[in-house]
């Protein structure tokens, strides 16, 4: 393996969720894509599949978060913490405080304030984008 390319995270409002991740989060975005035909449908293993696509990145690093808003088939429930698999995302801030008050004051849920790791190498607070989905928020502390 040479690198983390993308991880994809399956919403149910490409808008809300451009908002949360561009706008309150800082990534950066491309077209919205749709895809559908037998690439695709191969590709996930299903029948008649449409998605629309947004691949989204961050001011350093590779890795892409890639939105999947599927207008078939419906998609499911999100994923809870305790689930099997992927739970959530972790992404790198510079200053976490300052983006708990913005998001908190646009509506966003956390788990609990910002909070300095035990071990102190981090600050960190839980929060859920528009559809449920975890995302840990991490600020690396010198």
């Known amino acids: 393996m040479t690198s ?3 991880i994809g995270i399956v919403v149910s409002d490409m808008d809300a969720s451009m908002h949360f991740y561009c706008d309150l989060l800082g990534l950066r975005s491309a077209d919205v894509i ?14 008649k599949a449409r998605i629309r696509t947004a691949k989204l990145a961050a001011s350093d690093g590779p890795t892409l978060i890639e939105l999947l808003a599927f207008d078939q088939p419906e998609p499911t429930q999100a ?17 976490l405080d300052q983006l708990y008050q913005r998001m908190t004051k646009a509506g966003v849920d956390f788990n609990a304030p910002p909070a300095l790791s035990p071990q102190g ?18 600020e690396p502390q010198k």
Do not use: Y
């Open 121 to 138: 190498g981090a600050k960190v607070a839980f929060c859920r984008d528009p559809d449920g989905t975890f995302i840990e928020l991490v």
């Open 34 to 47: 749709a895809e559908s035909g037998s690439f695709l449908d191969g590709l996930l293993g299903m029948d």
């Open 4 to 6: 983390v390319r993308h």
């Open 79 to 95: 994923t809870p913490l305790t689930a099997i698999g992927p739970t959530h995302v972790a992404l790198s801030v510079s200053d």
